[in-house]
């Protein structure tokens, strides 16, 4: 029989790498047995789905390089004999096998109100026991239910559960048996016409011939209910492996609480009491600064975060992407959490994970996500790429999140800056979060005042500032303004008036340029910067600086 996986999210928000690595394993099973991957939009949950978190999926998955062979269509991919592909669009597939069940007497309808049940989950949970449905619905007629249908009243479909244990058996976790006490009549269509997850997920992995099905730890003791869903309907038990989560090192959860953790953190730092004009409505701040369980959403939580300068930890596909970290080392990196090949191996590409993922090789317990080890793998990565790539791929990166800078910069400012900062980057942003400084008028520049900045600039004489009144005539009788011909000009300056101390001249001119101790090259900075910036920077940097030393 052909082998198929799924991959199977619910779009309520955004790609999780949890999801990701569940994504990666599935395609690398199938893919490297010849079989078939399928993309399953599960968006039964009317209120918690939306399209466009369909779509940001599709361009995460697709962005990784995890191509689906059926599924939704989405630029040359998808399609597939067994759509559709979004189970809100299967309804009437559900309701076929929806009645097959209740024709056959291993489901019923119930009518009981969400009032109802809380009052029967209190009283249970009063007399210490744990809750189970009472059946009480299986003791309504036959035309009792009829015409509580008919008047419209809302109800849920159960199943009704044969009442034995159910053991499952896992490539992962081994085997498991799970108590019929522990498994009341579930509901298996909604009041509001959907099925439940457990029951289109079944219908669903048969329908599109399932073979096997790799999926998040937490759904373990859900397969003991679609075991029971497919004995009832007549369907084949595919295979089941259930992936470890993926953690933080302490152990929490990696969700986009700790972004907001970040950014109370940050707030704090710098005691903030007002919101940064235009970032964030000032009633949303009221709530969020009084308030630890509201969390700004997403979007106003990246605005802040990019206003106070910080990055976010990074938690869902789309961030690593803006954070500048490369697919082909995220794919790597994550095939690493609860996975390896063995012999040591720590380095490879998706065709190599093809052919050798086997989940046997897969470890029950949390993997625990080591940002500092990703952020090494990506820095090899850029460091060790050939040159045109690196420019070609920051380029993509630039236009995709810092479109202001790279018009300012122009094509050729870039590749200049591109060539001066590969060796330096960890990640693609690095170019451009660490640079801001190129592209901010010079008129608007100010600079960081810290004991190191102001001993550079005005230690003992010849001091920087010195250094940098000398430099401007020197500089400015540069002709061929490139960073040699800059080189050129400023070594036999250094040579005479600094006593050959390069870094004397070169430090005061940084920090005059940029506004901090941090740059590119120095030459190939002012290169950039051009000549008219250059000089006009300088200027004011020693205005700056002189101005409030006395
Ligand atoms: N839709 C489920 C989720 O996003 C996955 C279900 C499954 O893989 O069976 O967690």
Redesign the pocket.
Known sequence: MRIAT?????PSGHLHVG?AR?ALFCWAFAKGRDGTFILRI?DTDQKRSSDAASIGFAKDLHWLGILWDEGPQWQGVGGGPHGPYFQSERLAIYNHHLQRLLDAGHAYYAFETGEELDAKRKASAAAGKPYRYDRAALALQPDEVASKLAAGVPAVIRLKCPGHDVTIKDEVLGEATIPATEIDDFVIRKADGFPT?HFA?VVDDELMQVTH?L??Q??FT?TAKHMLLQDALGFRRPAYAHLPIICNPDGSKMSKRDKDKALRKAVAERKLTEPPTGIVDPGAWGAWLGDKNVQLDLETGQRLADALGITLPEINVDDFKRSGYLPEVLINFLALNGWSPGNDIEKFDLEFLRTSFDPRRVVKTPAKFDRVKLLSFNCDAITGMPHEEFLRRAIAHGRSYHPAFMDRMGEQGIAMLAKASQERSKTLDDMFRGNRFFVVADDALTWERSKNTDKAMLGEAPSGCDHLRALLPVLGGVTEWTSTGIEAAVKPYAEAHAAGQLGKAAQPLRIAVSGGTVSPPIFDTLAILGKASTLRRIERAIAAFTATSA
């Open positions: 799924r991959f199977a999210p619910s999801g569940t599960e997850y997920v099905v999926r998040a937490e759904h859900n």
